[in-house]
T-cell receptor, first 119, second 115 residues
Framework: ETGVTQTPRHLVMGMTNKKSLKCEQH?????MYWYKQSAKKPLELMFV???????ENNSVPSRFSPECPNSSHLFLHLHTLQPEDSALYLC??????????????????FGPGTRLTVL | GENVEQHPSTLSVQEGDSAVIKCTYS??????FPWYKQELGKRPQLIIDIRSNVGEKKDQRIAVTLNKTAKHFSLHITETQPEDSAVYFCAASIRSGGGADGLTFGKGTHLIIQP
């Protein structure tokens, strides 16, 4: 599959479980993002990685732990989640604009998401 | 931080008519405004975007307008078709050189095209 892929597509876990979500981008981008999409709420930015370095943590609880080993892969490690964490977790990637702001727009390409249910 | 408001939450129009979705943003430093379309069970996909140095942009039946002074931007879809039915999200970000910028999204508009 091309573009941005995510695994698993569906995940059911208990509150005491530890699981990980995986995202891979095949677009040669150098920035990756995690977003959370809950019912009747806007997409919420969780984390931003720029050249493998975390540049933004949008006040996300520590039970969510991101990892970006290289510019093509992004993980979200989950532990001791709550039922209210049930949501669609979307990964996205983009190409960082040049230092002078030139180049491509910050178009973000999304993966298909992981539908997470916490029991 | 940035706050994006989007209206209406649901919009029903007759096939062939036009649809307009409006968004406002709070941070005057925001300079990039994309619109995403999300069909049921699918990922959000970019349909059009605009930078702050442009007032209007068109792509076939889709257009976006931006009023920086009033801090609002709108999506216009003309000659609507059944395949336009989806949830549309506006977003805003501060695009800075050399850095990755997360997007702040509106709550979405469910567009329904009536046959």
């Amino acid at each position: 599959e091309t573009g941005v892929t995510q695994t698993p597509r569906h995940l059911v876990m208990g509150m005491t479980n530890k699981k990980s979500l995986k995202c891979e981008q095949h677009l040669g981008h150098n920035a990756m993002y995690w977003y959370k999409q809950s019912a009747k709420k806007p997409l919420e930015l969780m984390f931003v990685y720029n050249f493998k370095e975390q540049t933004e943590n949008n006040s996300v609880p520590s039970r969510f732990s991101p990892e970006c080993p290289n510019s093509s892969h992004l993980f979200l490690h989950l532990h001791t989640l709550q039922p209210e964490d049930s949501a669609l977790y979307l990964c996205a990637s983009s190409q960082v604009p040049g230092l002078a702001g030139e180049g491509l727009f910050n178009e973000q390409f999304f993966g298909p998401g992981t539908r997470l249910t916490v029991l | 931080g940035e706050n994006v408001e989007q209206h209406p939450s649901t919009l029903s129009v007759q096939e062939g008519d036009s649809a307009v979705i409006k968004c406002t943003y709070s941070d005057s430093a925001s300079n990039y405004f994309p619109w995403y379309k999300q069909e049921l069970g699918k990922r959000p996909q970019l349909i059009i975007d605009i930078r702050s140095n442009v007032g209007e942009k068109k792509d076939q039946r889709i257009a976006v307008t931006l009023n920086k002074t009033a801090k609002h931007f709108s999506l216009h879809i003309t000659e609507t078709q059944p395949e336009d039915s989806a949830v549309y999200f506006c977003a805003a970000s501060i695009r800075s050189g050399g850095g990755a910028d997360g997007l702040t999204f509106g709550k979405g508009t469910h567009l329904i095209i009536q046959p």
